[in-house]
């Protein structure tokens, strides 16, 4: 009768530690090999519907954890943007009455467009596709490995 509950108390302890280490070692083998990403994989989200965004208006979203926003602009077309400042990655603010972007940071601005209107940001900001399925826009970027 002993042996039996010595031997069923190794048991218990033995499955113990085996747990104990599988949930040590399995996010350390999770780590070690992520999951890869091939450089043409491309993210798409949803971001608003036609009746949202009005002539000359822009909304902010995420995607892919990246800042981003969508613009109508005056002629009636969308267009998306990256919203990471160029110069050192701030995020930039929309300037309706202007038609324009600022970053606060170091006072670049940028076209509704993307482009560079005011340095110290050299290049326009990153643009993303658009398409417009019925009544909702959505924007696509690449997935890039980082
Ligand atoms: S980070 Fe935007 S101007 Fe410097």
Redesign the pocket.
């Known amino acids: 009768m002993a042996s039996t509950r010595r031997q069923f108390l190794n048991r218990i302890l033995g499955g113990g530690i085996t747990a104990i280490m599988a949930y040590i070692i399995y996010p350390v083998l999770k780590f070690l090999d992520p999951p890869s990403i091939s450089s043409g994989e491309r993210s798409k989200a949803f971001v608003a519907t036609t009746e949202e965004m009005s002539l000359n208006s822009a909304k902010f979203f995420r995607l892919l954890d990246r800042a981003a926003v969508l613009v109508r602009l005056p002629n009636g077309n969308y267009k998306s943007l990256s919203a990471k400042?160029t110069?050192?990655?701030?995020t930039?603010s929309f300037r309706p009455a202007g038609d324009y972007f600022h970053?606060n940071?170091?006072?670049?601005e940028f076209s509704i467009n993307g482009r560079v209107l005011r340095g110290?940001?050299a290049r326009p900001l990153e643009e993303y596709d658009v398409s417009v399925v019925g009544d909702k826009i959505y924007v696509s970027a690449p997935v890039k490995s980082v």
């Open positions: 400042c110069d050192l990655g701030c930039v970053c940071c170091h006072g670049s110290p940001a």
